[in-house]
């Protein structure tokens, strides 16, 4: 496709139960990133893969979160029990490389847990 | 580590006056700096960015920014709003440390008043 997808649009969840959110990236880039958006929040950096090197995790909540990217280009975002303090607008972007950093977003995912 | 603060929650200016958001941001070299907005229902869309060159820097929809390194300010301006300017502002900054990572400030909301 032409930008980044996401999926699914919206998730609602039962606290406890694990979900997990899919990125699509632009077809060749090969960054990815995944922010958090909580209400009224700013863009809260969670994780970020850059071609085949380790990702930088440093973002991460807690282990009850964790992602992954196969083939450089798919990307899940897995929240395992997740908590009512994890409900917000996951957004995932990605970029063509190193020296082309603008960051071209998906729509995001609004996952809300119940 | 890189940071980015913008010090205003949200700003409201009339329809047709002057904007300026504000931004400061903490890194020891020099970065790379973006400014994002996103539109109600929107997602995140660069309004510019500077790499290095002339320190101020035009981009999209009629908005420009100046890069001040002796103040680690990268403020944001709009000669006159536009009802349809109404978003959220985000700033943003990033930096090549074995891997290009950008952190987001909090964000300025923007109401327009007419």
């Given at each position: 496709g032409a930008g980044v997808s996401q999926s699914p649009s919206n998730k609602v969840t039962e606290k406890g139960k694990d979900v997990e959110l899919r990125c699509d990236p632009i077809s060749g880039h090969t960054a990815l990133y995944w922010y958090r958006q909580s209400l009224g929040q700013g863009l809260e950096f969670l994780i970020y893969f850059q071609?085949?090197?380790?990702?930088?995790?440093?973002?991460?909540?807690?282990?009850?979160f964790s992602a992954e990217r196969t083939g450089g280009s798919v990307s899940t975002l897995t929240i395992q029990?997740?908590?009512?303090?994890?409900?917000a607008v996951y957004l995932c972007a990605s970029t063509v490389g190193t020296g082309q950093e603008t960051q071209y977003f998906g729509p995001g995912t609004r996952l809300l847990v119940l | 580590a890189q940071s980015v603060t913008q010090p205003d929650i949200h700003i409201t200016v009339s329809e047709g006056a002057s904007l300026e958001l504000r931004c400061n941001y903490s890194y020891g070299a020099t970065p790379y700096l973006f400014w994002y907005v996103q539109s109600p229902g929107q997602g995140l869309q660069l309004l510019l960015k500077y790499?290095?060159?002339?320190t101020l820097v035009q981009g999209i929809k009629g908005f420009e920014a100046e890069f001040k390194r002796s103040q680690s300010s990268f403020n944001l301006r709009k000669p006159s709003v536009h009802w349809s300017d109404a978003a959220e502002y985000f700033c943003a900054v990033g930096a090549n440390t074995g891997g290009f990572k950008t952190i987001f400030g909090a964000g300025t909301r923007l109401f327009v008043k007419a």
């Open positions: 071609g085949n090197s380790a990702p930088d995790k440093s973002g991460l909540p807690s282990d009850r029990r997740t908590q009512q303090e994890d409900s | 790499f290095s060159g002339d």
